[in-house]
């Protein structure tokens, strides 16, 4: 009998033990973060890529954050690319979800939150690279690459060299002076330029024109660029922008090639047209993976996404934006839960983790580079690295074999 008795007791142990277990194992600590969109305004053709970002937090919940006992979830909120509506909605936002880190969209809402995160100790990370204006110590927002202007300014230098006339590449600016964001670039090429190219006689400034954000007809614009002998245009930074520019350079029987970032104009536009012929010898500069390398880890983990986590966009520059923003929030979430615990996050862990940390290719599934953040700046200023992509005899692909350096002689502007 006290063999039964000692049996049921050590049965109703082993059934009290793994009783206890399962709550421990199933308990998540759930934090919400906010997601900055425009589904309506200027952005909507990119940010309905960008959402890709959601699958890279669905995936991280799933087998990191279930490791750790956190789950991540994503709401979404449409700001229109308008600072003014980003500010009003921010109060609410934080009310409602208490962030211990947020998806940002673009300059107009770094324009709108820059100062005050600070107070409201939630970082913000971008998928974007960096603005000049942003280029301050102890910042709250964070861009997985450096500024616009390093990684135009990277494949400016390269072009230059490309020159087979051996002398100043003669650049133009098309931009709008409807953001800072898009004027902060073309001042931040200018500078760098006009101090370190043209001393050199790699590059000189011809022309700057301002058209509006989204133009009907830039051809007067264009005229002027041609009648100043560009080489290169730099700037169009809206796929209607571009498409403009394209244009007026068919109007006028000229092909300058155009410099931008893969979502501003040969993909997006390439689309629409059902041909990349149009775009030949243009060109995008990109910190993150080039499309064109399809035979890579971070096109096997685009395919996990696509294929378990409901990724809404096929494998494309817009596509690999969002995942290179999702990635490095979830992995500064993870950096920070191995730090003080997945039930004691807050927005200064978070924050800690992000402007201290190094996150490497492995972690960032060779979507981006080893990544090394401190708080001189709200991005990497040492070891970044871009790709060239162009267009050539109609195909998309690489400008150049891999990654290019950053110019490390880029001062602030």
Do not use: C
Not at 60 to 73: C, F, P, R, V
Not at 206 to 222: G, H, K, N, R
């Amino acid at each position: 009998m006290r063999t039964l008795w000692h049996g049921l007791a050590m049965g109703l142990a082993a059934l009290m033990s793994v009783a206890a277990g399962t709550p421990a194992a199933a308990a998540e600590t759930e934090y919400r973060i906010p997601a900055l969109t425009d589904f309506s305004g200027p952005f909507a053709d990119v940010t309905k890529h960008l959402v890709a970002r959601d699958a890279v937090v669905k995936w991280w919940s799933d087998t990191e954050g279930k490791k750790l006992g956190i789950k991540l979830t994503v709401k979404s909120y449409d700001t229109r690319y308008d600072g003014t509506v980003v500010a009003s909605m921010w109060p609410g936002i934080l009310a409602d979800l208490k962030p211990i880190i947020g998806l940002g969209l673009g300059g107009a809402d770094l324009a709108a939150l820059q100062q005050r995160l600070p107070k409201d100790k939630v970082p913000v990370v971008y998928s974007t690279p960096g603005y000049g204006f942003g280029w301050l110590p102890n910042q709250w927002v964070f861009n997985p690459r450096a500024t616009y202007v390093h990684e135009w300014s990277a494949a400016l230098v390269w072009y230059a060299n490309q020159n087979p006339q051996k002398r100043p590449l003669r650049v133009a600016f098309m931009s709008t002076q409807s953001s800072p964001a898009f004027v902060d670039f073309v001042n931040g090429v200018t500078k760098y330029i006009k101090t370190v190219l043209e001393p050199k006689g790699l590059a000189t400034v011809v022309a700057t024109e301002w058209v509006e954000i989204q133009p009907v007809d830039v051809s007067s614009q264009m005229k002027k660029i041609i009648d100043a002998k560009a080489d290169i245009i730099v700037g169009t930074a809206t796929t209607a922008m571009s498409a403009a520019a394209l244009r007026a350079e068919q109007l006028h029987g000229v092909n300058i090639p155009t410099l931008a970032s893969p979502w501003h104009t040969i993909w997006p536009l390439a689309q629409a047209m059902k041909s990349y012929a149009p775009w030949e010898g243009h060109l995008v500069a990109t910190g993150i993976v080039s499309i064109a390398e399809k035979d890579s880890r971070a096109h096997q983990f685009y395919q996990v996404l696509a294929k378990g986590y409901g990724l809404p966009a096929e494998w494309n520059p817009l596509s690999l934006l969002g995942i290179s923003q999702g990635l490095l929030a979830v992995r500064a979430v993870e950096h920070a839960a191995r730090k003080v615990g997945a039930d004691k996050l807050t927005g200064e862990a978070v924050y800690e983790a992000l402007s201290t940390g190094t996150f490497t290719e492995d972690e960032l599934m060779g979507v981006l580079p080893t990544l090394q953040f401190t708080k001189e700046a709200p991005f990497p200023l040492k070891g970044g690295k871009v790709q060239v992509e162009t267009v050539k005899n109609g195909k998309y692909q690489l400008a150049t074999p891999g990654w290019l350096p950053i110019p490390t002689d880029i001062a602030k502007w």
